[in-house]
């Protein structure tokens, strides 16, 4: 008798586990969309400090191609690394300069979530920064969501150019 | 065996009353009450702009036809203008039962067209028994050779005014309690931050101004608090402002995911919000304390579900991205039903409530072309609210 209920236990601490978690996600359905958990992993939050007021930068040495993003992602791609490379270089040789990275997305979607889905781009530039090094009290953080496109068409070709982060620098 | 017929009678009639309050979907229009308007006499230049935006207002309820004779409620009265100002005493009353719904004076502005919407509310509170929306505005941004600012106009599209004129970017105008309250955010000084348009005395000042983002204010029923969504912690996440102690509440944090678009329920207990951590953005809720978080919506034929709005009558309204296209949709809370209300192959979004819980004002855009529209879920059809030149989105219906 006890032996029996000793192997029915697993089975009713599965049934108790499964209750109490609820069902899987319904969104990891096989057509194609990612959960965000299995994208690269960022470092943990990292506040922002205080902003602090300056003027902008605008020697040619500062000026730095925009980064690209794929639709609806914030992951950094690798043909970013480069461009984040120089950027911690250059803050690290000018260490007075500090930075607003500039997150922005392409005009499809809900404006307000295209605003923290653009903040969530500058923060993913931010992190990669940090962990090259630059100190995060450097850099600031500027959504724009889909208010301030580089291009204004409609195509393929325009929505990949917006969604994208931009480096600001101040002295 | 008679009391039993008699309690089964009451039943189905109370059954089938109950039913008519609910939304009807199809595009028949609603039924209306006519109004015979011709014993209204008006004397005077304001005074015809007065009858003009009465019956205007009245039609755009959705509660009245307008008629000039054989109504089913008789109108009486006069719009003068003279030394004194301009008044008008107004009467209405039953023809078949000669009930009378309303006999009074009106006085408190000398404009004409404020005056109008006023009686207009006040007709459909003494017939229909519930809230006008002739006095109410509605606020919007206006995008038009590269500046973007927030306008106010009345809820039948005139009166059209600028609030801002820095052409700074600027997002989600939302209406605080009354008519003179606007929250928004703005770059104006650099960064997205959330400010409050005190509308009466024309001052600006800066509620929330975290690093980072600072967005989606939406404003508690009471007027005490302030939902919206900040970064400042390293990642954009739900806060609750308290506008008195100026504590922050966290709502909604979640490493990795987006949140966004908060709407208060109407009794300030819950608050709907998008967001993405399921894999794409669907509608949350979360009581106001924080906890009690569910999901509402879910990928599927819908790919994305945002913009909430919790409207007077208990119900979200949301744009629900179906085929490719964004229609305006309606959520019961406990997450059971939803209905599609707009069906054209284009796209509605940023749904926002009227006060007398039957309207909804939306973005509408085609062609990249967008301006604001106003639809009824007791099924009459759309009417366009802006005409000028620009991009309008982004609309926000006064509370009252």
């Excluded at chain 2, 005074?47 to 039609?59: K, S």
């Excluded at chain 2, 941004?141 to 973007?148: A, H, L, V, W």
């Excluded at chain 2, 879920?377 to 309008?392: E, K, M």
């Amino acid at each position: 008798m006890v032996r029996r209920i000793s192997h029915l236990l697993p089975v009713v601490l599965c049934v108790c586990v499964l209750f109490v978690t609820g069902c899987p996600p319904r969104d990891k359905a096989p057509d194609g969309i990612e959960d965000l958990d299995a994208q690269k992993p960022l470092p943990g939050d990292i506040p922002l400090a205080d902003r602090v007021p300056g003027i902008p930068v605008t020697d040619p040495e500062s000026r730095f191609p925009a980064v690209l993003f794929d639709y609806d992602s914030f992951m950094v791609r690798d043909d970013a690394t480069p461009t984040i490379e120089s950027v911690a270089a250059y803050m690290k040789r000018n260490g007075d300069v500090n930075l607003v990275v500039e997150g922005h997305c392409d005009e499809r979607g809900s404006r307000e979530y295209n605003l923290s889905l653009g903040e969530h781009r500058a923060l993913a530039v931010r992190a990669h920064l940090v962990r090259l090094g630059v100190r995060s009290d450097r850099i600031q953080t500027r959504s724009y969501g889909e208010e301030n496109p580089v291009d204004f068409g409609h195509s393929e070709g325009a929505w990949r150019r917006n969604r994208r982060g931009e480096f600001v620098f101040y002295r | 065996m008679k009391t039993s017929i008699g309690i089964w009678g009451l039943c189905l009639c109370a059954v089938s009353l109950s039913k008519a309050a609910d939304i009807k979907v199809e595009k028949a229009g609603a039924e209306k009450t006519s109004l015979d308007l011709s014993a209204v006499a008006v004397r005077g230049k304001e005074p015809a702009a007065f009858r003009t935006t009465l019956v205007n207002d009245l039609i755009r309820s959705g509660w009245f036809t307008v008629v000039q004779e054989g109504g089913a409620i008789v109108l009486r009265g006069t719009c003068i203008e003279d030394g004194a100002g301009l008044r008008a005493r107004i009467s209405a009353r039953n023809k078949a039962t000669t009930k009378v719904f309303l006999d009074r004076g009106f006085s408190s502005t000398p404009d004409a067209r404020r005056l109008a919407h006023e009686v207009a509310d006040a007709l459909v509170k003494a017939i229909i028994g519930v809230p006008g929306i002739a006095s109410t505005r509605i606020a919007m941004i206006r995008s038009n050779e590269g500046r973007k600012d927030v306008y106010v106009c009345d809820s039948d599209g005139g009166n059209v005014t600028p609030i801002t004129r820095d052409g700074a970017v600027c997002l989600s105008p939302s209406w605080g309690k009354g008519r003179d309250t606007l929250v928004y955010t703005s770059y104006h000084q650099g960064f997205p931050d959330v400010y409050r348009l005190d509308l009466r005395r024309r001052k600006r000042m800066r509620l929330s101004g975290f690093p980072g983002l600072n967005a989606g204010a939406d404003v508690s029923p009471d007027g005490r608090r302030v939902a919206l969504t900040l970064s400042k912690d390293g990642n954009p996440d739900l806060y609750i402002l308290d506008l008195r102690s100026r504590r922050l509440t966290p709502l909604a944090r979640t490493r990795f995911a987006a949140e966004a678009s908060p709407s208060w329920s109407p009794d300030g207990s819950r608050i709907v919000f998008v967001s993405d951590k399921s894999g794409s953005p669907q509608l949350h809720v979360v009581s106001r304390n924080g906890r009690g978080e569910r999901q509402l919506t879910w990928r599927g034929a819908a790919t994305e579900n945002v913009a909430p709005d919790w409207g007077v009558s208990g119900r979200i309204a949301y744009s629900s991205k179906r085929g490719g296209r964004y229609q305006v949709c309606l959520l019961d809370p406990a997450g059971k039903r939803n209905w599609q209300l707009t069906r054209e192959y284009l796209d509605h979004e940023e749904p926002s409530w009227a006060p007398d819980g039957r309207h909804i004002v939306y973005t509408r855009t085609v062609g990249f072309r967008s301006d604001i529209y106003i639809l009824d879920t007791l099924g009459d059809p759309p009417l366009r609210l802006t005409r000028l030149a620009g991009n309008w989105y982004s609309p926000d219906w006064s509370r009252e």
